[in-house]
């Protein structure tokens, strides 16, 4: 499980978290919801020690986060992670050489799942080919937790559909994941948590499958009350 | 392999194309200076040999040739500096890359599962590498350009002095040091910059705009911390022999480079910013 408790974070004099807390567990999709600078990608980027924070902490299985840690969790930003003067295969063998979880029989399959050739160069890639790219580097990882941010941003229908395809398939099947989107449309269907923010605190978290049954709202109802309040 | 040996191999591979470019400009710079410099000379002496003048004559007004008029000349400073100089601006140029650009390949760094310090030490091992390649470079155009004396100048004219010898004194002993000792002065020197420069680097990338005034305070700090022997030999008028002195000197270095490199660890573990 991954704990977020209390985090505190400022850039220059502004206040950004406020003191977030909330868990993510494996085999569950935890949704960040919230708008534009909410503090969603500075939460991700927290638990994955590319920001520091100001106080409060982040359990991943209930340890502190460290190099060991990397080969357990990964994270898949909104922009490639790759030079892109590489070819997809040189990016796939450069995982290969560090990341001693990489599943090389999935990024095969994955390929032919986004129907991506590897000997094209990233740079030349669509941005929706640049978002597959991205999304094969993290899920070919055999990892426990998957965050990722805006997986859907500026990409096109067809594009979106091949992602969406992603979580209802055994490559997110009993792994922890923390997605960040605005595209709720896409996945609201899928989520088993959400996290509703803003400014930088959690307003309300809780279990979609619960809300649907004891109260019988759905995301989106619940964030219409939330945020309309 | 290990993680911090493929990360160095991975640096190299990064700056290959333009080090390769490079090296080439460097060689036909100097050997086409070379090969001006030495044909001037020949043409020189047959000029004054047609004129009826003696060799004692010639060699009286003109001098023996050897290596040391290419390296005595401003043209051949020039081509060293053009290795120098991007070689400097790429010492920040190799962290700023990984932050700037099409992708944010920092991200895919910093998650690596290995020590932060091996992006750190591996970067440092990289310059250090380009650095001895160029050196090695030029001492093959050394050789290159003593070999084109002895096939386009008499031997008469020629000194055929060793070009090691006449390094000696000239400012070329800063990247090819005659002694031992020597080489690890200079080269310790540049492992001190290069690591407080890298320092300087990080601090601007953890703290930004505020970074940029850390930094600067931070590499004063290091100046003055670093001199503070010379300081002190100043104060007292010749307080320290002169070895007390470089040995204070070598003590101060490693003061620097020690606090650069665990300044260094801690921004890179609990610091920086993507």
């Not at chain 1, 129907?115 to 978002?131: E, F, M, P, V």
């Not at chain 1, 070919?140 to 067809?158: H, K, Q, R």
Request: net charge neutral; glycine share 6%.
């Amino acid at each position: 499980m991954i704990e977020v408790r209390d985090i505190k974070k400022r850039y220059g004099f502004k206040s950004v978290l406020n003191g977030v807390s909330f868990t993510a567990a494996k085999g569950e999709i935890t949704c960040l919801i919230g708008i534009n600078g909410t503090g969603k990608t500075t939460i991700l980027k927290s638990i994955m020690g590319l920001t520091p924070f100001r106080s409060g902490e982040v359990l991943i299985d209930g340890k502190h986060l460290d190099k060991h840690a990397y080969e357990k969790i990964t994270y898949i930003p909104d922009t490639i992670t790759m030079l892109p003067s590489m070819r997809i295969f040189e990016a796939l063998d450069f995982m290969k050489d560090f990341y001693s979880c990489w599943n090389a029989e999935r990024a095969e399959e994955l390929l032919k799942f986004f129907k991506l050739q590897g000997s094209d160069r990233i740079s030349h890639l669509s941005k929706g080919n640049t978002a597959k790219v991205n999304m094969l580097l993290g899920l070919a990882l055999d990892v426990d937790y998957l965050l990722m941010d805006e997986p859907f941003s500026g990409i096109d229908i067809f594009s979106r559909e091949q992602i969406a395809d992603v979580f209802t398939s055994h490559l997110v099947e009993n792994r922890g994941v923390i997605i960040t989107t605005h595209e709720l449309n896409e996945i609201e269907h899928l989520i088993d948590k959400a996290v509703l923010l803003d400014g930088g605190k959690v307003l309300k978290e809780f279990q979609t499958e619960d809300m649907r049954e004891q109260e019988g709202k759905s995301v989106v109802d619940v964030m219409r009350e939330v945020y309309n309040q | 392999m290990n993680n911090f040996l493929k990360l160095v191999h991975f640096e190299l591979k990064r700056f290959s194309k333009l080090y390769m470019g490079l090296i080439a400009i460097i060689a036909v710079a100097q050997l086409l200076i070379a090969l001006i410099i030495v044909n001037m000379y020949a043409s020189d002496i047959n000029r004054m040999l047609a004129q009826g003048k003696s060799s004692f004559e010639i060699l009286g007004k003109m001098g023996k040739m050897s290596i040391g008029n290419i390296m005595n000349n401003n043209l051949f400073y020039m081509t060293l500096m053009v290795g120098a100089i991007p070689l400097i601006i790429y010492m920040f140029f190799i962290w700023y890359r990984d932050w700037f650009g099409k992708s944010s390949f920092i991200y895919r760094l910093l998650m690596l599962p290995t020590n932060r310090m091996n992006l750190f030490y591996s970067k440092a091992v990289a310059m250090f590498l380009f650095i001895f390649g160029l050196v090695a470079v030029q001492v093959l155009l050394l050789q290159v350009e003593h070999w084109i004396i002895g096939a386009i100048v008499p031997r008469d004219y020629n000194s055929n002095l060793d070009f090691l010898n006449l390094i000696d004194g000239s400012p070329l002993t800063v990247i090819l040091p005659p002694t031992l000792e020597q080489f690890f002065l200079s080269y310790g020197v540049g492992a001190m910059l290069l690591v407080t420069l890298f320092t300087a680097v990080l601090l601007e990338r953890s703290f930004r705009l505020r970074g940029i005034v850390i930094a600067i305070l931070y590499c004063v700090v290091a100046g003055v911390v670093f001199f503070i022997p010379l300081f002190i030999q100043n104060l007292t008028e010749g307080y320290f022999y002169h070895k007390e002195e470089v040995w204070a000197l070598i003590v101060s270095g490693l003061v620097v480079t020690i606090c650069g490199i665990t300044l260094s660890n801690y921004l890179l573990k609990r610091k920086i910013t993507v």
